[in-house]
């Protein structure tokens, strides 16, 4: 029990002390050479030195950030069924919470993961070809099917222009 604490003990002493709220950290992504080094911000509050001096303004602050972010969040929800950028508008408040909360920047950074994991899938060279072949199959059917209606039925507009 003695050595294992003792090897914790020079884990804890060598480890280097973690950059201060706001400071940029280099951390190198799995899977990617060291020429290509990936810029992290530390997670925590973004909030001026000002604000996060007094623990009342801090809060209160921490609050108005939630109030704007929920309200930008709702509003993209409101955009998904309606005409408008939905998807945007809830991601903009997410990254509205995340300049004051830890959990948000969480998500996003999972976010930020998981669209650049598929971007790099999709320029795959195989799966460009397969998603291309794939368009191509169904506008061919889209035409047969559209041909068969127009033989069938003729093209008849919904509104009489000779009367």
């Known amino acids: 029990m003695n050595a294992e604490s003792d090897a914790r003990d020079e884990v ?3 480890a280097t002390s973690a950059p201060a709220t706001g400071d940029v950290t280099r951390k190198v992504a799995p899977g990617v050479t060291q020429d ?3 810029e992290e911000r530390a997670l925590g509050s973004r909030a001026p030195g000002f604000v996060k001096a007094s623990r009342t303004l801090h809060v209160s602050w921490q609050v108005g950030v939630f109030v704007v972010g929920l309200a930008v969040v709702v509003a993209g929800i409101i ?3 309606l005409p408008g950028p939905g998807w945007l508008v809830i991601f903009g408040g997410m990254a509205i919470w995340a300049t004051e909360f830890v959990w948000a920047q969480l998500v996003l950074r999972w976010t930020r993961r998981k669209v650049t994991e598929a971007a790099q899938k999709a320029l795959d060279p ?6 291309i072949i794939l368009t191509v199959i169904g506008l061919v059917i889209i035409a047969v099917l559209v041909g068969i209606y127009v033989w069938k039925f003729g093209v008849m507009m919904p509104w009489k222009i000779h009367e």
């Open 12 to 14: 804890a002493g060598t």
């Open 36 to 38: 290509v080094v990936k």
């Open 79 to 81: 955009m998904l069924p």
């Open 126 to 131: 195989k799966v460009r070809r397969r998603n």
